[in-house]
């Protein structure tokens, strides 16, 4: 026997308790009802005449449609006529109520709800017009859906075809009823091609003005069985795979809704069709059970295995709809899916009392449940990766659902902490401000679990301030360590020198020193985008060790281990950039360094480090002439600066090395026009490279026929283009092995003309930025 996870069960339940109402239906009313003037062409008659029809042509205008933010005309997308609503005049015969509270039947809309219907538009197709499939905006707030009124018209075709997750329904206007077919706006709909006659229609706009959302008078049986379920969810541990950590029951619920909502229209009292009744059974069960329940927007992705199946058999997975966010995407191939390996869900959004967030959370499988499962949902994207060897036969598909959030109300804090971290930091400091210190501290220890992927998941250096402030309001050691402790140190900024001097007041500067030594990180793993980010923050360190070494003594001991860190990560990086192979981006990188450089001992000159500064200027003059680049690049970087801070900084002591480096290169005579020798780094001593380095050494040859098996080839091929070598190497294919033809090229005496002349440069500027610089 198995048993199904309390989430699936509340979900089996509240999908049984209200089950999928109508997401459209038609009425048919006498056409006595109506009574239709239009400027112009004085009463409209029903059947409207052919006359009259044409006439309302011929005073209409095309209809135009919405493309994101566009309105646009488009006879592909939408070709009929719309009559200007200010010449219509509309008049109900009795009331239009008892119409209203039929569609509210038929689309599932809880009893005492009010329905309103907006004029919206006239429209007349004639033969040939059509609009097609396309979603209606919500135009306001309380829009839920569309009613079409079709009036009485002797026409053929013309049918309104109303889809939702995946089922089409057509509807058909007849020559002696008024139609009214009402639809929720999530549902894609198309006018077909009108075959004969005049189709003549009104749209409105339906909006929900009342709450529906307490409506419901549950039965006691149903919530308590409601409740039951949240509680064995939030009090069973998940399993999780051995050795991965603790079993934790999940910290929420996320229960998918069926139909779309947009951001602006999502709330509970405008859920549509029997979303509306879950809601409101899981909210008082919620209730009931000591939880919150919130509205929230997911994006969910999905990973199924799929094959491709012929036309004759399968689903078509995805239309190319047009809607308001249109899409061009054509068809992926007819599919035929299998079994879903792997899906994701992440909250986007969501609204706790009147506040709406925007937030990016990821939720696990085992918090999620539904009634409706996503597969059977229109997708808004879709994409087939076919057969690649060791991957692909999949298809993925994207939704967005809207859904409600429920966790614990003890567990509060900690759910809304998960998603927004700055609230939480915010909400702590309130608590301490009100005197609630212990409280504080224990909900802040409750985001332990999570913090670190919180905070680096949501932009850390907006709420970086706020944390060292909160850090020093809870005034307990571990919870400031634990809070402050995933922040990188590019967050650390001349405005947060008060705190942290308050910090390292309140927790000692040992403390605040090791912390600070976590924020920079073990500098291993630097990929590009945070080398740059630390670079970045690095030339912002001599205004920062400045203002912090005017701070006290704690402030002084802070910029020095500040200075410290940023010279240990840039020495690593100095030398890992002089052992780069390739000699083009080995100067990239070291003249992009030179200013991180200039800044480490301009750090060092405002707070008075003469031993680090000594330090740093003596690495660099140790290095071989490589260095050059990144000295220059940090010379220039600091020749703004006063005479005082350049002597300090040990920037003329560099200027003195470096230019006696230039002038000893340029010393050396130029190459002679006809030494072809070139040398070959260091590197493999193989037995090829050998030979390579012997044919390059030769000042005489130049070119070299040298007969060797592919893998043999490759190697000095590799060999050549990693050090940038200024040698052409082709294969002959003839012969057996082929020929590998070398050929040193005349960029051999180009490149060394410009370094020269790059060389000359530098000294020239070196001489008039640098007095000893010129005298040595
Ligand atoms: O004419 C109709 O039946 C529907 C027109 C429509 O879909 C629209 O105006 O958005
Ligand atoms: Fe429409």
Redesign the pocket.
């Known amino acids: 026997m198995v048993f199904a996870a309390a989430r699936d069960r509340l979900a089996d339940v509240l999908g049984g308790a209200e089950p999928p109402a109508a997401s459209s239906v038609q009425l048919k009313a006498s056409a006595d009802a109506l009574r239709l003037e239009v400027d112009g062409i004085g009463r409209v008659e029903f059947p409207v005449p052919e006359e009259q029809a044409r006439e309302l042509c011929r005073i209409g205008q095309p ?1 135009r ?1 919405g493309r994101g933010e566009e309105t646009l005309t488009d006879s592909r997308i ?1 070709d ?1 006529w719309e009559v200007p609503k200010n010449l219509v005049s509309i008049e109900w015969d009795g009331d239009f109520v008892p119409v209203l509270d039929a569609v509210c039947d038929g689309l599932g809309i809880q009893p005492g709800c009010d329905l309103t219907a907006e004029f ?2 006239m ?1 007349v ?1 004639e033969e040939g017009q059509f ?1 097609v499939t ?1 979603q ?1 905006s919500e135009k306001d707030d309380a829009m839920i859906g ?1 009613l ?1 009124v ?1 009036l009485p018209s002797v026409h053929t075709g ?1 049918e ?1 075809v109303v889809e939702h997750n995946g089922e089409d329904i057509a ?1 058909s206007g007849t020559d002696s009823a008024l139609s009214l ?1 009402a639809f929720y706006s999530d549902c894609r ?3 077909l091609p009108v075959t004969s006659g005049y ?1 003549i ?1 009104f ?1 409105y706009n339906l909006l929900l003005t009342e709450d529906n959302s307490g409506a419901i008078t549950a039965d006691d049986a149903l919530l308590s069985e409601l409740a039951r379920c949240l509680d064995e969810h939030f009090t069973t541990p998940v399993t999780v795979p051995y050795g991965r950590g603790e079993a934790n029951p999940p910290g929420r619920l996320v229960y998918l809704l069926d139909h779309e909502y947009t951001a602006r229209g999502l709330a509970w009292s405008r859920l549509k069709g029997a979303d509306a009744g879950r809601a409101s059974l899981l909210r008082s069960a919620a209730d009931k059970g000591g939880c919150e329940a919130v509205l929230a927007l997911t994006d969910v992705q999905e990973t199924w295995s799929a094959f491709e199946s012929g036309p004759d058999y399968g689903y078509r997975y995805f239309d190319g709809d047009l809607d308001d966010g249109w899409d061009d995407e054509s068809d992926p191939d007819e599919c035929e899916l299998q079994e879903l390996i792997e899906s994701s869900i992440k909250l986007t959004r969501w609204t706790i009392g009147s506040r709406a967030e925007g937030i990016s959370l990821a939720v696990a499988d085992a918090e999620v449940c539904a009634s409706t499962r996503s597969v059977d949902l229109k997708a808004y994207a879709s994409e087939y990766e076919g057969y690649m060897g060791n991957y692909g036969n999949t298809m993925d598909r994207w939704y967005r659902r809207a859904a409600i959030v429920v966790w614990p109300r003890d567990r509060d804090f900690a759910n809304r902490a998960e998603a927004s971290p700055d609230w939480a930091l915010d909400e702590l400091i309130a608590r301490v401000r009100a005197g609630d210190q212990a409280g504080a501290c224990a909900a802040a220890a409750t985001v332990r679990p999570f913090w670190d992927a919180a905070v680096r998941a949501n932009g850390q250096a907006g709420f970086f301030g706020t944390a060292l402030r909160t850090a020093t309001a809870l005034d307990d050691v571990e919870i400031a360590e634990m809070l402050l402790r995933p922040f990188r140190i590019e967050c650390l900024s001349l405005s947060h020198v008060a705190s942290l001097v308050m910090l390292a007041g309140h927790f000692g500067e040992q403390w605040l020193g090791e912390l600070v030594s976590t924020w920079f990180g073990d500098g291993k793993s630097w990929l590009y985008g945070s080398k740059q980010a630390r670079s970045e923050w690095i030339a912002s360190l001599p205004g920062l060790c400045a203002a912090l070494h005017s701070n006290g003594n704690s402030g002084a001991a802070t910029s020095r281990h500040l200075v410290d860190l940023a010279w240990g990560w840039l020495g690593n990086t100095i030398q890992q950039a002089l052992a780069t192979q390739s000699l083009r981006y080995r100067d990239k990188e070291l003249s992009d360094v030179g200013e991180s450089l200039a800044a480490v001992l301009m750090a060092a000159a405002k707070i008075g480090a003469a031993d680090l500064r000594d330090q740093v200027v003596e690495f660099v003059c140790h290095q071989g002439d490589e260095v050059i680049v990144c000295m220059m690049s940090a010379l220039r970087s600091a020749g703004a600066q006063p005479a005082e801070t350049r002597r300090d900084g040990g920037f003329d002591t560099l200027a003195a090395d470096c230019a006696i480096r230039l002038k000893q290169r340029l010393a050396t005579p130029p190459r002679a026009d006809d030494d072809w020798s070139i040398p070959l780094p260091d590197g493999c001593g193989c037995e090829l490279c050998d030979t390579l380095g012997t044919f390059l050494n030769d000042p005489t040859r130049r070119t070299y026929e040298w007969p060797l098996a592919k893998q043999r080839r490759r190697h000095v091929h590799d060999r050549i283009d990693a050090s940038e070598l200024p040698v052409r190497h082709q294969t002959r294919r003839t012969g057996r092995p082929y020929t590998l033809v070398l050929v040193k090229t005349q960029a051999l005496f180009e490149r060394e003309a410009q370094d020269r002349r790059r060389d000359e440069a530098d000294l020239r500027w070196l001489s008039g930025e640098f007095e000893r610089a010129d005298g040595a």
């Open positions: 209809a449609f939408r009929t919206h538009s429209l197709y609009f396309h209606d569309t079409v079709t013309g309104l509807y077919v709909h198309e006018v189709r229609t749209t």
